[in-house]
């Protein structure tokens, strides 16, 4: 790679599926989840050596930007990039696209991740984002990482690969919106990959694509030269980079990756990304377990016991435990719009 590599860390977002733990002054991104560091100092970590560390940009909220100031502080103040307002990220990755162009110049490539991921193999995550940022330089795509599925997940988005550019990269045939289960298994057949969100582009070649393809931007695009509070309130309707540019793009590319990726969605996706007990249990914080097997605790406080019973989630923090079941776990914004204000704030 002879053009400067940046990245961008997408950290907004409050990840309400991991209530009561996130919260919006410390959302799931913060959260030791799956190893002993907060999820986005795995992903921040992750890059290194293929990202330097100065060009390593986080995207996130005006709100979050202290925390995360705080967790990660080596970045400078003009590394975490605040959006004034939710615009979607279509607009979050465009400001993120111009600053790359401005700091690295006309030919400069960008990596976008999410900071809540989990990565099994590291060293093989970074050689694929690699063939992916090559991809997107030798073809002048905006390459997609898909992941090569180990089941048919219901839960996740697809994407259906086309004709084939070169030996590891393909262009997109069409993207599929998440799937009945039956469905999934007809496209994990066909040889569909998931949808990971990771891409790779030429900064210009992305702002190119939005120019000519998302009206909701072009008025932001064109207020851009006065600062990022101007470009976000120019914003005429939030849209996603799917549906506001790769859906609407003929130069879409797939690279597929297999380095045990998951995308952490819910408390029950801690059983496959976290060690488990010889039962099946995984554990954060002191747990004892007596005749008890599949179950998810993260203890922030005191110790939990669980006998005899089977697939059950339990979180604790300080003056609030939740307890479902791991079944259950995936559908947490239906609870939560049944509590009171006062549960939900911890206060």
Known sequence: MTAPLYAVVLA?????????LSTPARPKQLLPLVSAQSMLEDTIGRLDPLVPRSQILVLTSAQLAPAI????PWLAADQVLEEPRPAGTAAALAWAALEV??????????????????????????EILSAAVTAAQTHGTLTTVGIIPVDANPGLGYIEPGE????????????????SRARAEELVAAGCLWNSGIFAWKAADYLDEVAALTPELSAALAAASHGI?????????AVSVDVGVLERSTKVAVVAGDFGWDDVGTWAALRRVRPRDATGNTVHGEAHFVDASGNVVH?????????GVQDLVVVTRDGLTLVTTVEKSDALKTM?????????DGS
């Not at 030996?167 to 599929?176: G, I, N, T």
């Not at 203890?299 to 006998?307: D, P, Q, S, W």
């Not at 939560?336 to 939900?344: E, G, W």
């Open 12 to 20: 907004g977002g409050i990840g309400s599926r991991f209530w009561p």
């Open 69 to 72: 100031r705080a967790t990660i």
């Open 101 to 126: 162009r401005r700091r690295g110049g006309p030919d400069a490539a960008m990596l976008s991740v999410h900071a809540d991921a989990a990565i099994g193999d590291d060293a093989r995550f970074r």
């Open 164 to 179: 084939a550019l070169d030996a590891s990269c393909r262009r997109v045939a069409r993207f599929l919106e998440k799937p």
């Open 229 to 237: 509070t101007a470009f976000f309130a120019a914003v005429t309707s």
């Open 299 to 307: 203890a922030e406080h005191g110790r939990v016991v669980l006998y």
């Open 336 to 344: 939560l719009d049944a509590l009171p204000k006062h549960v939900l």
